[in-house]
């Protein structure tokens, strides 16, 4: 999971993709970088940190041009704290592309050996970013040795890359002097959304973007999702040309977006986040009521903040006081897309207090959006203990976690999962909890698809059903060893 985004603007474009990735900040905190188009020429800053830590005013000066693109990442392939993998990345030819991508290649060990011995391209990292704008720059430079460079010749591109890559992937890129270039997997298991807005001049300014939120608080207007397979091409005066670039594209989008990863104010694939996880809620609250003794719950509260809609669908379901009990530190990022256990379990503490009065002597039903490592419910459980629960029922608006997530998110290694190879009162007694609930996993997809056209989901965490069709045992093995080594 990371963030991008990309602008095609009418004036100087630096801090416009500067405010964007601050709206996206909660799809990433290792590192973040932009790039800008001044003409044929492109300027590119990057560095480890959040938004706000990496940009300095001098930095701003140099990133000229009425086009951009930016990222902020959370690590799943290669290694965070190597600021050689921050992105955007950038290759010489042909005539300059800088790129970000959002997701996660299946095949990299293949691409690896092709760049080298057939494309004769060098990969200096470990990112499969990095393999991916080297792949585009290849097949475009084959395209482009017959011919000047227009739109029909990038969505020819792109249609070899998709025939050469595998996974999820949402890909913005920079061609110097030629405009920008944005296209979505196949199976629309990443995230990206297009948007508009007018500038004083009349002309039309685009933006493209993982998450609607970036759109809409940045004065654009949500026109639609980029469709799975399509590729938008957008020129330096704003002409735009889409076509799609795959013969057999199926929507498929990750569920773990909605239950976690997005903003509650975004829309994605035609779907409301905030109201699936009232839905999820909803269905949840017919769990907890069929399998926990009536009478055994005082109050609700919810693991902020992810978790608040679907607590509040539960207490007000299941007709039970919901309370607010926990306090967060903001300044504390997301604890869940931190690299390393030791540093998601310290700043568990540091992000989330206990209001003892909300606690002692209750028996408190908790609502999180999801039990991943258990790391941070093993420790909000002994936080609960330590202020005088009485009881504590643990509940999960996801089900149970238990198969390595492969197209973006950071569950690679099954012996990291609490719920891989445990029944729900194993994972219960290592939480520690008195009692646990989990979303049903039929329920989960119901929650998220309501009312919508989109006819099915990546639930490939949940099921260990791959959607790629190209997810294999050995695969998987190769992941956690390369993971864990």
Known sequence: MCGIVGIVSDSSVNQQVYDALALLQHRGQDSTGIATAEGRSIHVRKAKGQVREAFRTRDMRSLLGDIGLGHVRYATKGEAENELEAQPFYVNAPYGIVLVHNGNLTNSRELERELATVDHRHVNTGSDTEMLVNVLGSELQTLVAAGDLDADRVFQAVRRVHERI???????????????????????????VLGSRTAES????????????ALTGSGFTLERDVAPGEAIFIAPDGAITSAMTHDSPVLMPCSFEYVYLARPDSVMNGI???????????RLADTIAKYTPSGAIDVVMPIPDSSRPAAMEVARRLGIEYREGFYKNRYVGRTFIMPGQATRKKSVRQKLNALESEFRGKNVLVVDDSIVRGTTSREIVEMMRSVGTANVTFTSAAPPVRYPHVYGINMPSRAELIASGRTIPEVNAALGSDFLVYQEVDDLQRAILDGSDVQGLDMSCFTGEYITGDVTDEYLEWVERTQLS
Request: no cysteine; aromatic share 10%.
């Open 166 to 192: 595998r996974g999820s992937y949402g890909v913005i890129a920079l061609i110097a002097g030629h405009g920008m270039l944005a296209f979505r997997d196949p199976f629309g298991i990443r995230p990206l």
């Open 272 to 282: 409301n986040v905030y109201e699936s996880r009232l839905r999820m809620g909803e």
């Open 202 to 213: 009349g002309r039309t300014e685009w933006m493209v973007a993982s998450e609607s939120v």
